[in-house]
């Protein structure tokens, strides 16, 4: 038999080759990464019982709950005003929570290291594995990790527990929530890999024409056996690679970590900025014996920054005023229960208004928001401790600051110093210890913690007063501490003074600090209820008298004028510390307390309020009327938004206000006829009218240089007659997590916005979604925020969908009694 022998193609099979050898290392890349890290949300049971104390008696209890994380068992409980929580904890209750998930892990990963991790628990977290005791974490806000693998059954059962102790109240200032609130994973890599948080990428010098960019990566060996790998990073934009590092062989014994410093060149980097956030991923990879063992992911950007002692902020050569707010981490109807949509629609809102700036006011923030900060392009404070060790609260951080707080610090700079949007590290906020040589030693310590892991960034802590207040016409929180000098000021352990209110202050601050730069951490403390209005518009009130003070005077049914008219002791109007701030260069900025109302904290009421008045926004995500004052300062976007409604008596006297912006003047109409054009003037920031009322209708037309920018016109309401329905997204994905908020409006029958109408709203729902929030910013309502019916306050209200795995359509109807319903229908797609 002849055989044919076939002639080899040199070209042909070095192509085949090739492509086999490309199929293999993408397998193989895909694979390392793919399993790294996986979601571990789903499929949960949960047991709430103040009663059950040990391990032991909860393994035998029968009665679980099957859920999904993130959850937040607080946010179920009723509002009560006997809640040990307090109405400064939100009125709702905390509890002793257990978490149970069973679990098989394959065969296949007996020789890998497994662990979980866990982004948050609230709070006194303990974990076993099997039986196994893994570990505890008082900390609610801190994320951690805990290697299963010695523990676990591969190829078989496996039991997690996790218990979260959030009983001993009060233990915060604001709401705090309870349980598994935040996302955990399970983490599946190679014994020879990046260790946790190991990476560390710095831009040592930044130009337009070049970058350096430096790369430190902690390689850990959890094998029996010394091993030898090389190391890589390879630098993308995009899709695009754009640099990599050579390949660094080390050699790592048994059970050790070595780190490995790379230095690259980027040509015309595209820079971080707050307009546009550049983001680069820096794929590092570890080869053992010529396979790819294990792949890690650092998302960064280039950007130069410094603060100037004349000039502020400046970013990439550029000034920038950092225009920011306070947020605490709660996310009104949902709770603390961490949802990505839900944290990017509050970004996103506060973004519309010109923010530019988060402070993550008091904690560790969701790594979510930290993601979505670099994302969308904010100049982040983030900060560690409202406590230090005088506790301030009977059950809070002081209980464990002596044997946590290095360990806490340490792990919140690891976990977050490759963010591009943290300019800043806030390591305290309004610490008793700050008046006392004990604040300086402690703040010197932290500052030595911090710098220990990143020299690149600036600490800071929120005093109140940084400065030794002489003068009695400036009024501060703490009226005792006046006369005495601020010792953590004076420590030299801050890199920038924080100044958290005190804006009398401010322009003597070069005089104060000739060396060290300005931030206000904290200001203003306006408050409001949306859509609630008092005349006199110009008179301002002062409420509470003082913070220690039970406040006695306000009005019966907890409201607060939206006029920029009410302000704490403390703090100030919206407008008066934006003036200071706007004023002097050397100001670097401020965050403002704070973005968005949240549960807790209802100053300068009490029960039966259980929510704030300080948001610019409300709980339910509506603005108030402040929001534009800013939106007209910050923003391009032509701004002409007038207050208040127009629902009044005839002839009472009333005062109409505009804030705009790009325009020279704004004429006011009433009924066609005009009432006057006026301009802002000097440091003016709104117009006003005053004059008898007359229902109708109301317009303002704003014009530049003659011509008209804007016209706006609100009209007299009739009776409420039917709801409208609007959604923020009509069409979500269909992964169980996302959301639409559809907002309820109530109208009368020329669909006129009533804005008085706090009509009962009752919602249900068909299809691919479920109910997951209802609110309407109301700080008195006590409905539950899980329920299906709410109280709209003053004609709005808002209910928020979310969508199961499967796609298709959501299909809400809100109903009132007397009022025309109204259907939305929501598409979710895979
Ligand atoms: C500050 C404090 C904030 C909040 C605020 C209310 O003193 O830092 O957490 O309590 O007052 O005005």
């Excluded at 949007?421 to 305290?428: D, L, P, R, T, Y």
């Excluded at 009132?816 to 929501?826: C, R, Y």
Aim: with cysteine.
């Amino acid at each position: 038999m002849i055989t044919k022998i076939q002639k080899i193609n040199p070209r042909k099979t070095l192509c085949l080759l090739l492509c086999v050898f490309t199929f293999l290392v993408f397998t193989i890349q895909s694979n390392a990464q793919q399993t790294r890290k996986e979601s571990f949300n789903k499929n949960w049971q949960f047991h709430l019982n103040d009663e059950i104390e040990n391990r032991d008696s909860i393994s035998n209890n029968t009665s679980w709950r099957l859920l999904n994380l993130p959850h937040d068992w607080s946010i179920e409980q009723p509002f009560d005003k006997n809640s040990p929580t307090g109405e400064g904890g939100g009125a709702l209750a905390g509890g002793l929570g257990w978490y149970k998930k069973n679990f098989t892990i394959s065969k296949n990963n007996q020789d890998k290291l497994t662990s979980i991790v866990f982004d948050g628990i609230y709070e006194n977290s303990q974990v076993w594995i099997n039986g196994h005791f893994l570990g505890k974490r008082p900390n609610g806000y801190i994320g951690f990790e805990y290697n299963l693998t010695p523990y676990l059954n591969f190829g078989g059962e496996n039991e997690l527990l996790v218990k979260a102790d959030n009983s001993h109240q009060p233990n915060s200032r604001w709401y705090s929530g309870s349980g598994i609130y935040r996302n955990v994973w399970i983490k599946t890599t190679d014994k020879l890999h990046v260790n946790q948080w190991g990476t560390f990428v710095t831009t040592p010098s930044v130009s337009k024409e070049k970058a350096t960019v430096q790369i430190a990566v902690e390689v850990k060996n959890d094998h029996q056996k010394n091993k030898k790998a090389t190391v890589k990073t390879i630098f993308f934009l995009g899709d695009k690679e754009v640099a990599s590092t050579d390949e660094n062989k080390i050699k790592i014994s048994s059970n050790n970590k070595q780190t490995l410093t790379s230095s690259i060149n980027i040509s015309k980097p595209a820079l971080w900025s707050v307009e546009n956030p550049t983001l680069y991923v820096a794929l590092t990879q570890i080869w053992s014996k010529g396979k790819l063992v294990d792949e890690y992911k650092t998302t960064f950007g280039i950007r130069s920054f410094r603060f100037d002692l004349d000039k502020g902020f400046i970013l990439n050569n550029k000034q920038v005023k950092i225009k920011g707010v306070c947020l605490h981490h709660d996310l009104g109807p949902l709770g603390t229960a961490v949802n990505t949509r839900a944290i990017e629609r509050q970004l996103q809102i506060i973004k519309d208004m010109g923010v530019n700036g988060i402070r993550t006011a008091h904690n560790p923030p969701a790594p979510e928001l930290l993601d979505l900060c670099d994302q969308m392009g904010f100049i982040v404070m983030d900060e560690s401790f409202d406590i230090w060790e005088k506790s301030k609260t009977a059950f809070d951080y002081g209980n464990h600051w002596e044997a946590w707080h290095k360990k806490d610090l340490e792990d919140q700079i690891l976990r977050d110093r490759n963010h591009p949007s943290i300019f800043m590290w806030s390591v305290g906020n309004e610490v008793p210890e700050q008046w006392s040589e004990r604040g300086a030693e402690i703040g010197r310590e932290l500052n030595a913690i911090v710098k220990a892991l990143d020299t690149t960034r600036l600490v800071t802590a929120a005093m109140n007063p940084p400065v030794h207040v002489t003068d009695k016409s400036v009024t501060i929180q703490f009226e005792d501490t006046a006369d005495k000098p601020n010792a953590l000021a004076g420590s030299g352990a801050l890199d920038i003074i924080g100044y958290n209110y005190a804006h009398q202050t401010y322009a003597k601050h070069k005089t104060n600090f000739p060396n060290i730069p300005f931030i206000a951490t904290e200001t203003t403390s306006g408050l409001q209820t949306r859509g609630y209005y008092e005349f006199p518009s110009d008179t301002t009130k002062v409420w509470p008298v003082r913070w220690d003070k039970l406040f006695t005077e306000g009005n019966d049914d907890n409201t607060v004028s939206a006029f920029d008219q009410v302000r704490t002791p403390w703090g100030s109007l919206h407008e008066t510390t934006w003036k200071i701030i706007k004023k002097h260069d050397f100001l670097s900025g401020f965050y403002i307390w704070t973005g968005f109302d949240y549960i807790g904290e209802p100053t300068p009421y009490v029960w039966p309020s259980r929510s704030s008045y300080f948001g610019i926004v409300d709980l339910a995500g509506f603005p108030k009327d402040v929001y534009y004052m800013y939106q007209s300062e910050w923003t391009n976007k032509n701004v002409l938004h007038l207050l208040p409604h127009w629902n009044w008596d005839e002839n009472q006297m009333v005062d109409v206000w505009a804030y705009y912006n790009n325009a020279d003047e704004v004429e006011l109409f009433l009924n066609g006829k005009s009432l006057g054009v006026k301009s802002k003037e000097n440091e003016d920031l709104h117009i006003m009218w005053r004059f008898p009322y007359q229902s109708g209708t109301l317009k303002a037309v704003s014009r530049k240089n003659g011509k008209v920018v804007l016209e706006k016109v609100i009209k007299t309401a009739d009776q409420p007659a039917k709801l409208k329905l609007s959604a923020d997204r009509l069409e979500i994905k269909a992964d169980g997590n996302d959301l639409s908020f559809i907002t309820v409006d109530i109208t009368d029958e020329q669909n006129v916005l009533a804005p008085r109408a706090n009509n009962q709203i009752y919602f249900s729902v068909k299809g691919a979604g479920k109910i997951v929030g209802v609110a309407s910013g109301d700080p008195t309502n006590h409905e539950s925020f899980k329920g299906t019916q709410h109280r709209a306050l003053n004609g709005k209200c808002l209910v928020i969908v979310q969508a199961t795995e499967k796609a298709g359509k959501i299909e809400l109807t809100a109903k009132a009694d007397g009022l025309i319903e109204s259907t939305i229908t929501i598409t979710t797609k895979q």
